[in-house]
């Protein structure tokens, strides 16, 4: 698939920490607990780490308590993209960057969540950049 921002391998790499690349480019996943938004409670905009297109916002996030940040609903519905992944045994969603294609996580739905949509984009910290809302 065409990408708006589209970079060689090495181009990345040299954009991103070696665990950002792992899961924004090499659908990796960080380990449940420990980035950085799981319990973020800051008003704001999360963009993609990557390109810095924005994904998703703060009133959308919600405790899932899942191990990672997780959202009811993209910024806007052209924001992500969303793909079958059938890899670990199982058939899952895969959630990426509509913009650059890079991998965020995966949405997951009838969880039974009270959610307006009763889906979870449950989103890897390592592949947003929250940027805070500022007064004035």
């Not at 589209?6 to 792992?22: C, G, H, I, N, V």
Request: net charge negative; aromatic share 10%; with cysteine.
């Amino acid at each position: 698939m065409a990408y708006e921002i589209e970079k060689t391998d090495e181009q990345w790499r040299a954009e991103l920490s070696p665990q950002e690349y792992r899961v924004l480019r090499q659908a990796g996943t960080e380990p449940a607990f420990t980035g950085e938004y799981t319990d973020s409670k800051t008003e704001g905009v999360y963009e993609c780490r990557a390109c810095g297109a924005e994904l998703f916002r703060s009133g959308t996030k919600f405790d899932s308590h899942c191990g990672w940040p997780s959202f009811y609903d993209p910024s806007s519905s052209d924001a992500v993209e969303l793909l079958s992944d059938t890899s670990m045994g199982m058939t899952r969603t895969e959630v990426r960057c509509a913009r650059c294609g890079s991998h965020l996580g995966h949405v997951f739905e009838g969880e039974g969540y009270p959610t307006p949509t009763d889906q979870r984009y449950c989103i890897n910290s390592v592949s947003l950049r929250l940027t805070p809302v500022t007064d004035g």
